[in-house]
C-alpha cells in the first residue's frame, strides 16, 4: 500500500508519537530516520509515494536493554504492537529479552495474535532485538526498526536467519549454501551514521544522520532519480554463521 | 528573457561547447558540473540562479588549448588562469563574457581534478597573487571514490536491472541528468557521488542556504611547485 494523502497523514502522527516514546525513556537521540524515508525527506521533502513502510534506525550500543525493553512498554502504551520481529543473541545481556518476549506474547495473544517465536523463549532470554516491525491498529502503516550495531567500522542491520535467501544475493559478493541458514547483515561505513542531527519534516522534529548525502549515495546511488523498487544497496555484507563467534563473521566490501 | 530562458540557454552552450571537445587521446571529453552548480542541481533541480557556472574536468583527459578556443568561439574569454607549472597546461580557468549576446551570461570556472594518491587536487585563486605560476601553490583535496569509483562499481550499477541505470550513468561514473523537463534536450552532468560531495563541501546543504564562495574544505596541500606533485 503506498503514501497517499491519509497515510502521509496517519504516518506523520505516528512518526510523532514514536519520538516521544523514545524521548520518554531517554533514547530520543539514539532514533533516527533511515534508508526510504530518508531518501524521501532529502529528495522530495516528503514521503515516497510508491515506498509501503517507514524505516527507523536505532543506535543500539548507545542504549541500554532496560531502555530497550521501556521502548517497547511506551510503543505499546501508545496502541503500537509488534507485527513482526527478530532477536539475535550477538548482544547477549542483562535477561532483559525474556522479559521482552513475554511481553510480546503476552500483548500478541490478548489482541487474539498469539503465534509462536522463532526462537523458544529459553533461548531468548539472552536476546536482544535485531529488528522489529510495528503497526498501531488505527491505520496501516508499517514502521521497521533496525537495531543498528558497530562492529568492524561498519554499523550493521539485519533480520538474523531467514532474512533473505541465497537467491538475492550476488554469489561473487558472498557465498550462499541454500543449505545454510546463516544471517546475512548489511553494513553502512560506521563515520556515515555515527553523528545524527535533528530536522523538522512536515511539523515533526525527527533525527537523520549529518552526512546524509553520503548514506544516499552508498544506499542508493543514482538516488536523485525515482526508481521504483528495490531495497538499499547490498555493497557491504556479513555472512553470521554463529552470532557468538565473530571470528566467524565473513565481511564483504564490494566497493 | 527570464531567468529560466537565459538558463536554458546557458545550459544548451556549455553542453555543445564541452561536448564538441577530446581529451588528448581521442576519447570524450570528460566533465561534470561541481560545487556550487552541482549543489543547487541536487538540492533543488536548479541551474545557474544563485552561483556562476563551475564545471569540472579530469585533468587527463583535457585538451586545454582547445577548450580555451571553443569558449572563446563561444562568448567567452579568460580571465585570469593558474597553470601547473611543469606543463604550463591551466589548473584553473576563469572565463567572462565577452560581449555575449545573451545578457546576464554568467561567469564560468573550469577546474581541472588532478588524481594523486587515493585524491583528486583542485585549485583556485586561494592564493590571492593573481599570477599564473604563483609561489606556491595551495590545492584542496576530495577522495577519489567521490569523482571516480573503480570500473566494477560503476559496472555494477550500470549493469543492474533498472533499464535506466546504464543510460544514466557513463562509463567514467558521470550521472547524465535532465534538467527544466523531462526527456528534453536540456542535460547536466554531475559526479558519481553527488551526496557526499554535498556534505562534503556544504555541510547540512539541503536544510539550509549557501552562497557562491561558501564552499567549505578542511583538507589542504600546499607546495611550491607542481614538480612536488609528482613525487
Redesign the interface.
Known amino acids: 500500500m503506498s503514501f497517499d494523502r491519509q497515510k502521509k497523514q496517519d504516518a506523520l502522527q505516528d512518526l510523532a508519537i514514536i519520538m516521544d516514546c523514545a524521548d520518554r525513556v531517554g533514547i530520543r537521540k539514539h532514533v533516527y530516520v533511515g534508508f526510504g524515508l530518508l531518501l524521501g525527506i532529502?529528495r522530495d521533502r516528503d514521503f515516497i509515494g510508491h515506498d509501503d513502510d517507514v524505516d527507523m534506525c536505532v543506535q543500539a550500543d548507545k542504549i541500554t536493554a532496560a531502555q530497550e525493553l521501556r521502548y517497547f512498554k511506551e510503543l505499546a502504551s501508545e496502541g503500537m504492537f509488534f507485527a513482526r520481529r527478530k532477536f539475535s543473541t550477538r548482544r547477549s545481556g542483562d535477561g532483559w529479552g525474556g522479559d521482552i518476549v513475554s511481553l510480546v506474547r503476552a500483548y500478541n495473544r490478548a489482541k487474539g495474535q498469539d503465534h509462536e517465536f522463532d526462537e523458544g523463549e529459553e533461548g531468548a532470554a539472552k536476546k536482544r532485538f535485531t529488528w522489529f516491525s510495528l503497526r498501531r491498529r488505527s491505520d496501516h502503516n508499517k514502521f521497521c526498526h533496525w537495531f543498528m550495531i558497530p562492529w568492524n567500522g561498519y554499523y550493521w542491520h539485519t533480520k538474523s536467519g531467514k532474512w533473505v535467501t541465497h537467491r538475492k544475493f550476488d554469489p561473487s559478493m558472498i557465498a550462499y549454501d541454500q543449505y545454510h541458514d546463516d544471517a546475512i547483515m548489511k553494513g553502512v561505513p560506521q563515520e556515515y551514521v555515527e553523528e545524527l542531527?535533528e530536522?523538522d519534516f512536515r511539523g515533526v522534529k525527527l533525527n537523520i544522520p549529518?552526512?546524509?548525502?553520503?548514506?544516499?549515495?552508498f544506499w542508493y546511488?543514482?538516488?536523485?532519480?525515482p526508481?521504483k523498487g528495490?531495497s538499499s544497496a547490498k555493497t557491504v555484507l556479513c555472512r553470521v554463521p554463529t552470532w557468538e563467534d565473530e571470528t566467524k563473521w565473513k565481511v564483504r566490501d564490494?566497493? | 528573457m527570464n531567468r529560466i530562458d537565459t538558463a536554458k540557454r546557458v545550459v544548451s552552450i556549455v553542453s555543445s561547447t564541452m561536448d564538441m571537445l577530446s581529451a588528448p587521446d581521442g576519447s570524450r571529453l570528460k566533465w561534470f558540473y561541481t560545487f556550487g552548480t552541482m549543489l543547487e542541481y541536487?538540492a533543488d533541480k536548479a541551474f545557474g540562479l544563485n552561483f556562476d557556472i563551475d564545471i569540472g574536468v579530469f585533468a587527463d583527459s583535457v585538451g586545454w588549448q582547445q577548450l580555451e578556443s571553443a569558449w572563446r568561439d563561444n562568448g567567452c574569454k579568460p580571465k585570469r588562469t593558474i597553470v601547473d607549472d611543469r606543463n604550463d597546461v591551466p589548473l584553473n580557468l576563469h572565463l567572462e563574457p565577452n560581449n555575449h549576446n545573451i545578457k546576464d551570461f554568467p561567469t564560468i570556472d573550469i577546474f581541472s581534478f588532478v588524481k594523486r594518491k587515493g585524491e583528486y587536487l583542485y585549485t583556485y585563486d586561494i592564493n590571492r597573487e593573481g599570477k599564473q605560476k604563483p609561489s606556491r601553490y595551495v590545492f584542496k583535496t576530495v577522495p577519489s571514490?567521490m569523482l571516480a569509483?573503480?570500473p566494477?562499481?560503476i559496472a555494477?550499477?550500470r549493469g543492474r536491472?533498472?533499464p535506466?541505470?546504464s543510460r544514466?550513468?557513463d562509463e567514467n561514473g558521470i550521472?547524465h541528468?535532465d534538467i527544466f523537463e523531462d526527456n528534453g534536450p536540456f542535460k547536466v552532468q554531475i559526479p558519481?557521488?553527488?551526496?557526499?560531495?554535498?556534505?562534503t563541501w556544504y555541510?547540512?546543504?539541503?536544510?539550509r542556504k549557501y552562497y557562491s564562495g561558501q564552499s567549505v574544505s578542511e583538507s589542504m596541500v600546499e607546495v611550491k611547485s607542481c614538480k612536488e606533485l609528482s613525487k
Do not use: Q, T
Open positions: 532529502v542531527i530536522i549529518k552526512n546524509y548525502g553520503h548514506c544516499l549515495d546511488p543514482g538516488w536523485l532519480i526508481m528495490g564490494g566497493r | 541536487v571514490w569509483p573503480g566494477e562499481v555494477k550499477i536491472s533498472h535506466e541505470a544514466l550513468l550521472w541528468y558519481f557521488a553527488y551526496g557526499s560531495l554535498c556534505d555541510p547540512g546543504w539541503r536544510f
